[in-house]
């Protein structure tokens, strides 16, 4: 494995760090206080490839890469995760099921325009009974003459409010366990599809979270994604490749928030000269580095393992378990060294320290990464 970038893959890193101070950077307290998530930056966002950023060019993607995807989210999460967390969860969830277990009619019809930027995805896989326990989600699917009608609710949906397109599981054969659910594609606007209860954050608050509510939904066969009965299998392998992503938006947060805590180091002076003259604040941020460089390698190389083609199930897990725990402890011990200004909101310690636990939860809790880490390496039923 060549670690060393490539000359696109910094051109890369450059223009989409540029775009983030740029555009993102005045805005983001704003934002986060008004927990929106700013609409005016999506043709922007598209405008970068940032929209599709793994798709074939045919579908109106980027046609790049994993290692390039964690550069895009990386670069943004340094500046404002919740920015990160929409592209990501755009991309890496909805999009990606689409593009995995798709038929070609499907991925015209609906991958084109989330790829382009010109609708917004949303994916629902947890439900209030069924959050570490994915298995057990109880949205129903009966067969109707015409089709399918959907009945259930999802919690912690991101863009639940925003997306025009989601990929929804629900239990076709209650009988056949993990093998009797099955993946829908819904559109906005179908009768009984609506958005429920907007959740109100702790952090990463610009990026939407919400309810999906499923009434008697009538969808017809062909929005039916992939085969009958293996939509969970099929979310399993989404997650895999999602959890790269998440693992670089808590290496991008652990980067903004270690940067922010060096700035205030150089420049806050106590006992007559620079905190960061202090031995014990120079090892806060050695040890800062340190672990952010070895949680960014442990993601990319994940991401280069899928770009081969690989399976990743272990190395995804391994890179979201110690990226979002070292980037819980990166930000609080910026915070630390801010001092009592980490508490205030006039500096970034303070949002970065919010931001960052969801890190440890979505896509999977610390607890499962372990769970599926292990059945990796020992012989444990799943």
Same mark, same amino acid.
């Given at each position: 494995?060549?670690?060393?970038?490539?000359?696109?893959?910094?051109?890369?890193?450059?223009?989409?760090?540029?775009?983030?101070?740029?555009?993102?950077?005045?805005?983001?307290? =704003?934002?986060?206080?008004?927990?929106?998530?700013?609409?005016?930056?999506?043709?922007?966002?598209?405008?970068?490839?940032?929209?599709?950023?793994?798709?074939?060019?045919?579908?109106?993607?980027?046609?790049?890469?994993?290692?390039?995807?964690?550069?895009?989210?990386?670069?943004?999460?340094? %500046?404002?995760?919740?920015?990160?967390?929409?592209?990501?969860?755009?991309?890496?969830?909805?999009?990606?099921?689409?593009?995995?277990?798709?038929?070609?009619?499907?991925?015209?019809?609906?991958?084109?325009?989330? /790829?382009?930027?010109?609708?917004?995805?949303?994916?629902?896989?947890?439900?209030?009974?069924?959050?570490?326990?994915?298995?057990?989600?109880?949205?129903?699917?009966?067969? %109707?003459?015409?089709?399918?009608?959907?009945?259930?609710?999802?919690?912690?949906?991101?863009?639940?409010?925003?997306?025009?397109?989601? %990929?929804?599981? /629900?239990?076709?054969?209650?009988?056949?366990?993990?093998?009797?659910?099955?993946?829908?594609?819904?559109?906005?606007?179908?009768?009984?599809?609506?958005?429920?209860?907007? =959740?109100?954050?702790?952090?990463?608050?610009?990026?939407?979270?919400?309810?999906?509510?499923?009434?008697?939904?009538?969808?017809?066969?062909?929005?039916?994604?992939?085969?009958?009965?293996?939509?969970?299998?099929?979310?399993?392998?989404?997650?895999?490749?999602?959890?790269?992503?998440?693992?670089?938006?808590?290496?991008?947060?652990?980067?903004?928030?270690?940067?922010?805590?060096?700035?205030?180091?150089?420049?806050?002076?106590?006992?007559?000269?620079?905190?960061?003259?202090?031995?014990?604040?120079?090892?806060?941020?050695?040890?800062?580095?340190?672990?952010?460089?070895?949680?960014?390698?442990?993601?990319?190389?994940?991401?280069?393992?899928?770009?081969?083609?690989?399976?990743?199930?272990?190395?995804?897990?391994?890179?979201?378990?110690?990226?979002?725990?070292?980037?819980?402890?990166?930000?609080?011990?910026?915070?630390?060294?801010?001092?009592?200004?980490?508490?205030?909101?006039?500096?970034?310690?303070?949002?970065?320290?919010?931001?960052?636990?969801?890190?440890?939860?979505?896509?999977?809790?610390?607890?499962?990464?372990?769970?599926?880490?292990?059945?990796?390496?020992?012989?444990?039923?799943?």
């Amino acid at each position: 494995m060549d670690l060393r970038p490539t000359d696109e893959q910094r051109l890369l890193r450059q223009t989409v760090r540029e775009f983030a101070e740029a555009e993102m950077a005045p805005h983001t307290l =704003e934002w986060d206080e008004a927990q929106q998530f700013p609409l005016e930056l999506l043709p922007k966002l598209a405008g970068l490839g940032l929209m599709g950023i793994q798709f074939p060019e045919r579908y109106g993607g980027a046609a790049m890469g994993a290692v390039e995807y964690c550069i895009c989210i990386e670069e943004l999460a340094r %500046v404002d995760p919740s920015i990160a967390l929409f592209v990501a969860a755009h991309n890496g969830f909805a999009a990606a099921h689409l593009y995995r277990f798709g038929s070609e009619a499907q991925r015209a019809r609906y991958l084109t325009p989330l /790829a382009q930027g010109r609708h917004l995805g949303g994916w629902g896989l947890t439900e209030p009974q069924a959050g570490s326990d994915a298995g057990g989600i109880r949205t129903a699917a009966t067969r %109707v003459a015409d089709g399918w009608q959907l009945t259930g609710t999802k919690t912690f949906t991101t863009n639940g409010t925003l997306a025009e397109t989601f %990929v929804v599981m /629900a239990v076709t054969d209650p009988g056949r366990g993990h093998h009797g659910i099955s993946a829908f594609v819904l559109e906005r606007g179908t009768p009984g599809l609506t958005s429920g209860r907007k =959740e109100n954050k702790l952090g990463v608050r610009a990026s939407d979270t919400a309810e999906l509510l499923l009434t008697d939904c009538s969808v017809p066969d062909d929005q039916r994604l992939g085969a009958l009965g293996e939509g969970f299998i099929g979310a399993l392998r989404v997650l895999d490749a999602g959890r790269i992503g998440i693992a670089a938006l808590a290496v991008g947060l652990a980067q903004g928030a270690y940067e922010a805590a060096r700035r205030h180091a150089v420049v806050r002076e106590q006992f007559g000269q620079a905190i960061a003259g202090f031995q014990a604040i120079q090892f806060k941020l050695a040890d800062m580095a340190t672990q952010i460089e070895a949680a960014r390698w442990l993601t990319y190389r994940a991401a280069y393992l899928q770009d081969c083609g690989r399976a990743t199930t272990r190395e995804s897990a391994m890179a979201k378990l110690f990226s979002s725990e070292t980037a819980v402890r990166v930000a609080e011990e910026g915070v630390q060294i801010h001092g009592g200004y980490g508490f205030v909101k006039d500096y970034p310690a303070e949002k970065f320290f919010r931001d960052v636990k969801l890190t440890t939860i979505g896509e999977g809790t610390s607890e499962i990464q372990r769970l599926v880490i292990a059945r990796e390496y020992l012989d444990v039923p799943a």
